[in-house]
């Protein structure tokens, strides 16, 4: 009775200060007043959120300097020389930097699990976890001589971001999981976000992974992830890795621009509203080859030739769109048998074509296609192959998952603008499962997949703020 009394009138003094407090001053320190109320007491006396998110952003707290720390020393797992970094899926290095990850999310308390293709999950469980949990997360595989932000920000970000909720005293209702996608880039047997495919239930990936795909080593698949642990299921069944529409309630994705607006123009942070649609190429030309000097030029079937004037012809049919947002590349070219001396008798060509409506992107394939035919015709070489290797469909961000990231800017008091993703990224798959959204923090100079790549700990750490709070707004909808 007396503790009852005594805590009583605790709590009527710390109303009374309230009270004769500003209205500004009375918000910051709500929060700090009750938790003070609680502690003394040995009993809750709201629920989370209760009073708003207003005061939860006032009460984020990142390590941006830890954060930054952890993220030299994944870098530290590559294959390249500091400051590049190159992480291949299942190499040696990528297994160490797997183990890296699933220690942190340890550390944070998670529950973790991986899949049959090693993508990871550490869970958060919520208070009534049997509803789907909302997600966020991203890679750590990085091409050759790449950079250590790409992906990372999103993976050690999250983990990051989980600590921040847990100091502020939040306590989820829907679970929250952080997952490190399998092999986003398609460095090692040419096919991007192969994870995040797979879970979105793509069966032709699938039985292509058990059967047909292998690197350039002629290493299959199926061997390479036995090597570092995983696909040990005796009948290689790895439609056990598909989500079902559904699992999640959102999905959101922190990640470096990779592009320039967002540091030119002084902002904190990027909304993402779509991610465009990619496609990819390949083309090969056959001719008859030839000495160099002893051809002469009216006598050639030069397939060399043939590539270049196609690769002239891409970048012609994408600026014929009148779309900024279509754009081209032609990322590989090789020429056989490559003698300075000898008339190529062979070209390879790999052409990436993107833009955020599907539409007026597979006009420009169908463009480039005819292009190659009447190329090869005018040259009198033969077109061996034109193959469209994948030809995905652009990705919208979800508006309820736009609304909270905004909110949470605005909340923190952080500058932002919604924008248009051009690359890609497991989101793209993500958003085939569940609710999707995107945010985006400046890039120096918006440099990605290059040793100069950096994000100051300043701005990852506005990230991880928007982050903790849109995954807390989410998790207790």
Not at 106 to 131: H, K, M, Y
Not at 174 to 179: N, T
Not at 258 to 272: A, H, K, N, S
Request: hydrophobic residues 40%.
């Amino acid at each position: 009775m007396e503790t009852l009394e005594r805590f009583c009138s605790v709590a009527l003094v710390v109303v009374i200060c309230l009270l004769l407090l500003p209205s500004s001053s009375a918000q910051q320190q709500q929060h700090e007043s009750i938790r003070t109320m609680e502690d003394f007491s040995g009993y809750p006396i709201h629920e989370p959120g209760q009073f708003g998110s207003i005061n939860l952003a006032s009460s984020l707290s990142v390590d941006a300097q830890g954060l930054q720390k952890q993220i030299d020393e994944l870098s530290n797992f590559s294959d390249a020389p500091s400051p590049s970094v190159t992480r291949v899926l299942y190499t040696d290095k990528d297994v160490l930097a797997r183990r890296y990850v699933k220690n942190l999310m340890a550390l944070a308390g998670l529950t973790v699990r991986e899949d049959a293709v090693g993508n990871i999950f550490g869970r958060w469980d919520g208070s009534e976890s049997s509803l789907p949990a909302v997600a966020t997360g991203s890679h750590i595989d990085a091409i050759p001589y790449s950079g250590k932000y790409d992906g990372v920000v999103g993976v050690l970000g999250a983990i990051e971001a989980i600590n921040v909720l847990k100091r502020s005293a939040f306590k989820p209702k829907r679970s929250l999981e952080i997952i490190l996608f399998t092999s986003e880039e398609p460095t090692r047997f040419g096919i991007s976000c192969l994870g995040s495919r797979l879970l979105a239930g793509s069966k032709e990936l699938a039985e292509a992974l058990k059967t047909t795909v292998v690197d350039g080593q002629n290493v299959s698949f199926i061997e390479a992830a036995r090597s570092a642990g995983y696909a040990e299921d005796k009948d290689d069944d790895l439609s056990s890795v598909f989500l079902k529409k559904g699992s999640y309630f959102a999905f959101i994705e922190l990640h470096i621009e990779q592009g320039p607006i967002l540091e030119e123009e002084g902002l904190d942070i990027g909304v993402v509203t779509a991610i465009a649609a990619p496609a990819s190429l390949k083309v090969e030309f056959e001719g008859n080859g030839g000495h160099a000097g002893a051809v002469l030029m009216p006598y050639r079937n030069d397939a060399g030739l043939a590539a270049a004037e196609l690769a002239l012809a891409v970048e012609k049919h994408v600026l014929d769109s009148d779309s900024i947002d279509t754009v081209g590349t032609v990322g590989i070219l090789e020429l056989h048998p490559g003698a300075i001396n000898s008339i190529p008798s062979k070209s390879h060509l790999e052409i990436d074509t993107r833009d955020i409506d599907e539409a007026r992107r597979n006009t420009v394939i169908k463009k480039i296609q005819e292009s190659a035919n009447t190329i090869a015709t005018k040259r009198k070489v033969k077109l061996s192959e034109f193959k469209i290797v994948n030809q995905d469909p652009p990705a919208l961000s979800d508006k309820l998952v736009i609304k909270k990231m905004a909110e949470s800017a605005t909340e923190l008091n952080l500058s932002h603008k919604k924008m248009i993703s051009r690359a890609y990224h497991d989101s793209l798959f993500m958003a085939r499962i569940s609710p999707m959204g995107m945010i985006f923090i400046p890039c120096y100079k918006g440099y990605s997949h290059k040793p100069e790549e950096y994000s100051s700990p300043e701005d990852m750490a506005n990230g991880v703020k928007v982050l903790s709070l849109t995954l807390a707004k989410l998790s207790t909808d």
